[in-house]
């Protein structure tokens, strides 16, 4: 895939300061996107836009948007539009949850977990839809494989919201389709801040889960998680959409 073939698309990626976020936004702009990174830090989103610039000379818009409140995201869109005139790539990225026991779990935070996830992408979704038809365009929504773990203890709530939008994203395929319009999730495993934080308070089940994947590594934020988001953007990919694809070196079985 030559740089040619996303040259001038415009792309909103949320929980883009940071991790697989960054990972894709890089990964992205260094085949010609546009680049609108979005996230709670500010600062972080623009070490994001500074790292594009300095890579590719590509334009790049930072943006302060907690996903989890909705009526913000409409001002995402809308300034995304006004500074590029449109939007071809919808990455929903963001992510908040609450891993623990059922019994312990504190609805409040659960409710504030769906809001990021779920709740933010199909928002986003609709709000991108008009503007995602005019040249058909692609939105990637995050998932996980935590709802294959033959155990899933502590992980009951995020499971759920990820299979949520697994859920939502497989609808938009179908509805959306007649309009141009691929919808996909990819599940990844990558080196991420929220990654490094779960090893560093569980080395135990960490290292039995690096050990549980097949490749025996864990992916890179931009060559294995972004790179691909990449492909799956672009022409050649344009017969793929309503997949799961977990991108996690043979770990989980899709079925």
Known sequence: MTQAALHNYVAIITGAGQGIGQGIALALAKKGVRVVAVGRTLEKCQTTCDAISAQTGLDCMALA??????????????????????????????VATSIGPLLKQDLQQVQMAFQTGPMASLKLMQLCHPHLKVRGGSIINMASSAAKRWDMS????YAAEKDAIRALTRAAASEWGADN??????????????????????????????KSIPLGRI????????????LLCCPESSYISGQSIALDGGQAYMN
Not at 72 to 93: C, H, P, Q, W, Y
Not at 181 to 210: D, G, M, T
């Open 154 to 157: 502590n992980y009951g709530v």
């Open 219 to 230: 992916g890179d934020c931009e060559k294995d998680i972004g790179d691909f988001v990449a």
């Open 181 to 210: 319009i691929r919808a996909n999730n990819i599940l990844p495993h990558a080196k991420s801040p929220a990654l490094e934080k779960w090893i560093k308070y569980q080395p135990v089940e960490a290292e039995q889960f690096v």
């Open 65 to 94: 948007c907690d996903v989890s409140q909705l009526d913000s995201l409409e001002s995402v869109v809308e300034k995304t539009i006004a500074r590029f005139g449109r939007i071809d790539i919808l990455v929903n990225n963001a």
